[in-house]
Nanobody, 113 residues
Framework: QVQLLESGGGVVEAGGSLRLSCTLTGPSSPGPMMRWFREAPGSERTFVALIRWPSDETHYSEPVKGRFTISRDNHSANTVYLQMNNLKPDDTAIYYC?????WGQGTQVTVSS
């Protein structure tokens, strides 16, 4: 059974940083892509970033480009990170990890001004 578990959310002041983690369990050979989405209050869920392997190709939405970095764990292909720097109040949302048709439970990120 495929499961995604996110962690790392929290409350941070504007300009601060957080690192989210997403661990995938179930597939014996996961691949080739995982994505992060976010859902702000009263808004639809929107794409944030993706990573493909084995190339480690990445793509980002415009609002986070240059501030967020998606990466994979060097020791565990089943773990993906989202490093978020220079956070802004507009980044406040529930962040979800996605693999194929599967979603994690989400982790709350709150950025205070």
């Amino acid at each position: 059974q495929v499961q995604l578990l996110e962690s790392g959310g929290g409350v941070v002041e504007a300009g601060g940083s957080l690192r989210l983690s997403c661990t995938l369990t179930g597939p014996s050979s996961p691949g080739p892509m995982m994505r992060w989405f976010r859902e702000a209050p009263g808004s639809e869920r929107t794409f944030v970033a993706l990573i493909r392997w084995p190339s480690d190709e990445t793509h980002y939405s415009e609002p986070v480009k240059g501030r967020f970095t998606i990466s994979r764990d060097n020791h565990s292909a089943n773990t993906v990170y989202l490093q978020m720097n220079n956070l802004k109040p507009d980044d406040t949302a529930i962040y979800y990890c996605n693999y194929n048709n599967y979603w994690g439970q989400g982790t709350q990120v709150t950025v205070s001004s």
